[in-house]
């Protein structure tokens, strides 16, 4: 039978929320009444009546509830008549034993009615946004999930028909209690032992109701958060990671200096109007400095824009997000120190009393972050000293900053207005003034919300609005798209997307080495006894995302990666001992990786404990190892690279840990993982992947495993110095390659050539030449010009061109999937989520990806286009790719040839269309993912049609219940 505990039916990542202590007392006290007004006797009618109040006092004000005929207590999605009914509760009094259902017999009358109101409300009135059934008897609750009849009841077609023959009058009886008997009875003692839903007591909890510990909080808690209209109604709630915290962006955008505007129907951001612009804001001030200073002639100016005022804003927006990137990751670190050290003020670093100016912050950044403990003054060492040193490349001087500014530049003789809707107006806080110092602002907003939630379930005098990894990857996803309007993919896609393309490409992998036919990761599970071969396996896998954006998919691969091993009994720690499912439950919820233990507790690192340490190091070094090792990323815009460099440091930091070398006092330092997440037009390259560069490699005297170990230390080099000396000597060697190969572009030598046999032509002869040598002579001479101007022309192109610049070099730039000789192995997974341009309005940009020879380039058609190619074609044999771009080139007459590539070219695994649903917040584009296989197409794709919202909830399950088998080749 599936009964679960409150605990473990509860969104994890909402069991992380904060309660404020007003809300949870007004719970108690409401909870108490409940139990003070129910006593045995009582009619049925007035306990409901009860129950009723109590709803209402607690959560359920804000919407419509009432008996709805024979419904016991219906409540509606909002305050209105007219919404669909969310909540179906049937309620038995508490002496009714003989309909009310039990953990033993859940074949009663309770649960027979609420199917009936449920098939009522699902096939007559097409409701399908009912969220959950209720049955109790005010003691005891039995709370079902929707989904779960929707599986085991809707989709049972003889079920629906019978209702429907009841319904209509074509059964021998048209009572209810006939439906009950006859029809509910025979399909509810079908699924019964694996019908799921949530069983809890009130009385268990009631001599709870007057403690105050710790203990006893907890478990009102879960109840308060069982009964909440977040849980029943299946609400977002703050740290959701499918919905923007608009609060959070509009001001964070106010702050820096920007705002959202509509054009050509994409939201992009930027620069404020003049109206509204704030002389004291990041970008007004960065902007100010920079003009004043004369900074851009210090800079390849045509990099920025166009003219001298588009330069000057992209300059000062990239500078400004570097800063921010910054100062949210300090936030972060400064949350993780106070929550290790139980709320000790002395680990608080970022605020007004400590950072003063923007001097300060300067310091904060270069003297105290970019130096370890012995290289820091002594007066650093007094205002700092709690402060760590991670060895993290964001705390260098950017190349930027070195030819322009840093924040120490900036201007504080102005200040900020408040926003009129800051949160620091609320009624909490109060704020009376009507402008501060950008900075005190700064922190004041930062301060206002909680950015160390993860791991407690605790009661607030403020609940503050939870701020974390995933929350913040929405905003820098809008921030960093500020171009060409962005679009962020929600979590349950790229959780879906990596969990399906990773599961098969690690099927491949294993299946490949070992010769098994494996299917599932269950099936893989029960063949692996080689726990040191199986890590060695999955740490060998190379996924790459080459639009990476703010590093969204590399995230969730992460996650995902580290739960796979976990699932397949290989998750071990650094002495090789078993991370055991009997002492630690590993999920992803809201796109986070959440670890509880057996008691359903969230896991919180405690460094005085030594088994606490074990997990959190573990952690630690798993994703070390993934990150270092398996994730890959190419974006065309910088400020995408630093921040997905950035969501890559956040998810390590959310593990950091004291080392036992210090005793416990200084934190792990961070790797230097930026070298895997690489700037560059991901479409455009020069050399040919199929290219062989052996003679290359000889002739330069390079090796590729001096490449790699060069690669490997530079991630694990813990001195600024060291890290230079690896990064030139990297440098050297992608110039050598590049040079060489260059050298023997074909092009390049059959200019050569020609320029050589014109010189020759056109050399004075001792003879005189006849007429007939002339004519041929003076031809060939003509020819000769004419094909030397065109690779020429090429060549110059190339040279001028600003495309050209950004070129990203794949068959050189990533040594870990070259062979010992220099051959693109290339990548075992292709993921992401590509832009969505229309190639006719790129310009000459278009015309120079033309020339690149995609295949599937039509001029009528889009970018994403060429993605498919372009990761089709950086994949290795079998390797697998998983897209989510818009579906028109399913249908569209420029999709033509990119259909047929699919069909010819590749084995297509799985197709899923969201037809008529809107997956982005920000676009109306409708979208379909596609997993495909660089394989030869076997005929046999997994095909499923989203056509409404309920389809996203669990869309694994949707996928697998409602997909069909069909020939791709049928689509052409």
């Known amino acids: 039978m599936g009964l679960l505990k409150p605990n473990q039916v509860l969104n994890k990542a909402y069991r992380q929320v904060a309660i404020e202590t007003t809300d949870f007392d007004l719970f108690k006290n409401a909870l108490r009444t409940l139990r003070d007004n129910i006593v045995d006797g009582q009619r049925e009618h007035t306990q409901k009546e009860h129950l009723r109040n109590f709803l209402s006092e607690t959560f359920y004000k804000p919407y419509y509830m009432a008996p709805e005929e024979d419904i016991d207590l219906a409540i509606r999605l909002d305050k209105t008549i007219k919404s669909n009914i969310g909540l179906l509760i049937e309620v038995k009094s508490t002496t009714n034993k003989g309909e009310m259902i039990s953990n033993d017999n859940l074949n009663r009358k309770a649960l027979q009615e609420l199917l009936l109101y449920y098939l009522k409300e699902r096939v007559n009135k097409k409701n399908n946004d009912i969220k959950y059934l209720i049955a109790t008897n005010i003691h005891e609750f039995f709370i079902f999930d929707a989904h779960e009849f929707e599986r085991k009841f809707y989709q049972n077609k ?98 820096i200096g920007i705002e959202e505007r509509k ?84 680990y608080k670093f970022l605020s007004i009393t400590k950072i003063h100016d923007y001097d300060d912050l300067n ?37 930027l900053e070195s030819k322009t500014i840093k924040i120490n530049s900036l201007s504080q003789r102005t200040v900020l207005p408040v926003l009129a809707s800051s ?179 969230l896991f919180a690192y405690n460094p005085l404990n030594a088994e606490s340490r074990r997990m959190q190091e573990t952690l630690f070094k798993e994703k070390r190892q993934i990150i270092e090792n398996c994730l890959f990323g190419v974006d065309i815009n910088p400020n995408s690279v630093k921040i997905c460099r950035l969501r890559l440091w956040i998810e390590l930091l959310k593990n950091a840990y004291y080392t036992a070398e210090s005793n416990y006092t200084y934190l792990e330092t961070l790797p230097n993982i930026d070298i895997n997440i690489k700037c560059g037009n991901s479409l455009l390259h020069r050399f040919a992947l199929t290219d062989s560069i052996q003679t290359v490699l000889r002739e330069s005297s390079i090796s590729i495993s001096q490449y790699k170990e060069a690669v490997a230390k530079y991630k694990n080099a813990q001195s600024k110095s060291e890290k230079q000396d690896l990064e030139t000597f990297i440098t050297e060697i992608k110039s050598k390659l590049k040079t060489e190969i260059n050298r023997r572009d074909a092009r390049l030598v059959r200019l050569n050539k020609r320029r050589s046999e014109l010189a020759n032509l056109q050399a004075p002869q001792l003879f005189e030449p006849t007429k007939k040598e002339k004519k041929a002579s003076d031809k060939r001479i003509a020819d000769l010009k004419k094909e030397i101007a065109t690779l020429e022309n090429i060549f110059e192109e190339i040279r001028s061109n600003k495309i050209y610049l950004g070129a990203f070099e794949w068959r050189i730039e990533f040594p870990e999937v070259l062979d010992a000789e220099g051959n693109f192995l290339g990548f075992d997974c292709i993921i992401g989520n590509p832009p969505y341009i229309q190639l006719q309005s790129m310009g000459k940009s278009a015309d120079v990806l033309e020339c690149m020879g995609y295949i599937t380039y039509a001029r009528t058609g889009d970018i994403y286009c060429l993605f498919y190619e372009l990761g089709m074609n950086l ?53 379909n993912i596609l997993l495909s296989q660089k394989a030869a197409n076997i005929f046999n794709t997994q095909a499923c049609l989203v056509q409404d919202s309920n389809g996203l909830n669990n869309l694994s399950d949707f996928v697998q219940q409602q997909g069909v088998k069909c020939n791709f080749a049928d689509s052409i």
């Not at 028909?161 to 025979?186: H, W």
């Not at 002639?297 to 000057?312: A, F, M």
């Not at 044999?877 to 990119?898: D, H, Q, V």
Request: include cysteine.
């Open 363 to 399: 310091t904060l950044f270069f003297q105290v972050l970019a130096r370890d403990m012995g290289s820091r003054t002594h007066s650093i060492m007094r205002d700092f000293a709690y402060v760590p040193y991670l060895n993290s490349s964001l705390f260098e001087v950017t190349d």
């Open 423 to 601: 949160v620091l107006r609320n009624k909490k806080r109060n704020l009376q003034v009507n402008a501060l110092p950008t900075l005190q602002y700064l922190f004041a907003f930062l301060d206002a919300y909680n950015f160390a939630s993860e791991g407690s379930e605790e009661v607030q005098e403020e609940a503050k609005t939870l701020i974390n990894a995933s929350v913040l990857g929405l905003i820098f996803e809008k921030i960093n798209g500020h171009k060409d309007g962005s679009v962020f993919t929600p979590g349950f896609i790229t959780m879906f997307m990596c969990r399906e393309a990773i599961t098969k490409t690690v099927l491949q992998k294993f299946n490949g080495y070992y010769g098994w036919n494996c299917t599932t990761r269950i099936e893989l599970y029960n063949h692996i006894d080689n726990i040191v071969e199986a890590n060695e396996l999955i740490n060998s896998l190379r996924l790459c995302d080459p639009a990476v954006g703010s590093g969204h998919f590399l995230v969730s691969a992460l996650n995902e990666l580290i739960l796979l091993k976990y699932e397949l009994g290989i998750l071990v720690d650094a002495t090789g001992k078993r991370i055991r499912k009997a002492d630690y439950q590993l999920a992803i919820e809201n796109d986070e990786l959440i670890v509880t233990d057996t008691e359903g507790n």
């Open 875 to 927: 994949l290795t044999p079998n390797g697998f790719l998983c897209y989510i771009t818009s579906n028109k080139w399913m249908r569209a007459g420029y999709g033509e040839a990119l259909r047929g590539y699919f069909a010819s070219k590749t084995n297509p695994i799985m197709l899923v269309d969201f037809a008529g649903i809107k997956i982005f917040d920000a676009i109306t584009v409708e979208a």
């Open 158 to 255: 003889q079920l629906r028909r019978e209702f429907q023959d009841f319904v209509d009058g074509r059964k021998t009886s048209n009572k209810t209690d006939f439906f009950y008997t006859e029809i509910a009875t025979t399909y509810i003692e079908e699924v019964k032992d694996s019908l799921e839903y949530t069983y809890f007591n009130l009385q268990d909890y009631q001599h709870l109701l007057d403690r105050t510990d710790g203990s006893a909080s907890r478990k009102l808690i879960e109840l308060y958060k069982i009964f909440s209209d977040t849980h029943l109604l299946k609400l977002s709630f703050q740290n959701d990671s499918n919905s923007l915290n608009r609060g959070f962006y509009t001001e964070l955008l106010h702050i």
């Open 263 to 346: 054009e050509n129907n994409k939201t992009v951001i930027v620069r404020k109007a003049v109206e509204r612009r704030d002389e004291a804001s990041l970008l007004e001030n960065t902007i100010n400095q920079l003009d004043a200073e004369d900074c851009l002639r210090h800079i390849n100016g045509s990099l920025y824009g166009n003219d001298y005022e588009e330069r000057l804003f992209n300059v000062a927006m990239e500078l400004c997000i570097t800063w921010m990137n910054r100062i949210l990751f300090l936030k972060l670190l400064e949350a993780q120190m106070l929550k290790y050290h139980n709320g000790d003020a002395i």
